[in-house]
């Protein structure tokens, strides 16, 4: 059987994460595949062929994206130039839907099929994505079910495949275990941060995180410690709090949040990892003011954080802009402590969003997609 090339393009850390369950999925079929393109240490440790340095494509907002403009247009031209003179078979592009989108198109005029896993947010705002999906992709691979239903009112050639959560989140220690791994105090009552895994999100969010946790001196303090940050930076905001109780964990992230009290994290995929989990979170947004002020005119959503999005209600408290501040943290906190009357409620419906989550897997419904793909475009035997 010859071999299959497929250019990938994951633009973030979650990105990698998805496309490595993936990844493993098709190194299980039996047939040979080259992977090629852009993404992170996980992707390349199955044997991508990494185009450009993961770390660049970190970039997040309006004002940050225009900085960076020359080099995703450097990135643009060298993709569109593979594409026009190696014989590629498929394009799987992960979420990042700035420069995704510019790319299926690039793809579709070479004739390469285009698969799109991790749609586009158009729901929330930029809703002529819809018809760039339509044009240019072969088939979107959803994994919130709402998704499925509002693509095909456009006649978006698209399918629900369920969240990778449900197969990513794996829990390998018990609590005493972990505990003693990262000598914390078994007894007491743990906090857990989730700042972020952008050197942005870390200037930004971190210093307001260890404020809020200085008023919390009677539990352990535990802070994540993304691998794709900046550890000189990361370690020179810490050292400016003297907090005696504060653990920084670079590991084991879901046991983190499982054996949490509570947490505080930055909206994105932290929020509903934690969520699916079943431990409730303050979740943070602060954005570069003109940023911010961008979104606000296009978005087209009321909440922030995909847990509420999804169950379609506050859940969990969002502090957003200027609204968020360590007081305001804090004041949160408190009602998703134990004790709180507030709590009880918000776990039965963290528990009703898991049962949700879990339907499909992703690693069955992707390859099949893939499959399909390459039959359709005489690129199998």
Not at 89 to 116: F, K, S
Not at 137 to 156: K, Q, S, W
Not at 175 to 196: D, I
Not at 335 to 348: A, C, T, V, Y
Request: with cysteine; glycine share 6%; proline share 5%.
């Amino acid at each position: 059987m010859k071999e299959i090339t497929i250019f990938w393009l994951a633009g973030e850390s979650s990105g990698d994460l998805h496309a490595e369950l993936i990844m493993k999925a098709l190194a299980e079929s039996g047939i040979r595949y080259r992977h090629i393109g852009i993404g992170g240490p996980r992707m390349r440790a199955l044997g991508l062929e990494s185009l450009f340095p993961f770390q660049r494509f970190a970039v997040m907002g309006f004002v940050e994206v225009i900085k960076h403009l020359g080099f995703f247009w450097k990135v643009e031209r060298r993709i569109k130039k593979l594409f026009k003179r190696d014989k590629l078979d498929l394009v799987i592009l992960v979420d990042y839907p700035g420069l995704n989108l510019r790319i299926a198109h690039h793809a579709d005029e070479q004739r390469i099929p285009v698969l799109y896993y991790i749609c586009p947010q158009f729901w929330a705002w930029k809703h002529e994505r819809v018809y760039k999906l339509k044009a240019n992709v072969r088939h979107t691979a959803c994994i919130l079910p709402f998704e499925e239903e509002l693509l095909n009112i456009h006649n978006v050639t698209c399918s629900y495949v369920g969240h990778p959560i449900s197969e990513e989140v794996n829990i390998e220690m018990e609590r005493e275990s972990f505990a003693f791994f990262y000598k914390l105090a078994a007894e007491k009552e743990w906090l857990g941060l989730f700042p972020g895994s952008r050197d942005s999100e870390i200037r930004k969010m971190l210093p307001l995180y260890l404020k809020a946790a200085k008023s919390w001196t009677d539990k352990e303090i535990l802070v994540s410690k993304a691998h794709s940050v900046n550890h000189q930076l990361f370690m020179d905001i810490i050292s400016e709090y003297n907090l005696p109780n504060l653990h920084i964990i670079d590991g084991y992230t879901y046991e983190m949040m499982k054996y949490s009290e509570a947490l505080i994290c930055t909206s994105g995929t932290a929020t509903l990892e934690a969520a699916y989990i079943g431990t409730p979170a303050v979740i943070c947004y602060r954005a570069n003011p003109i940023s911010y002020l961008i979104g606000r005119y296009f978005v087209r959503i009321s909440h922030i954080g995909l847990p509420n999005i999804i169950l379609n209600e506050s859940v969990l408290p969002e502090l957003v802009q200027n609204g968020l501040n360590p007081e305001g943290i804090n004041r949160e906190l408190k009602k998703l402590m134990s004790g709180s009357p507030q709590r009880e409620e918000i776990l039965k419906k963290l528990y009703k969003l898991r049962a949700i989550l879990s339907d499909k897997k992703p690693s069955r419904e992707v390859p099949l997609i893939i499959e399909k793909l390459l039959k359709i475009h005489g690129k199998t035997t």
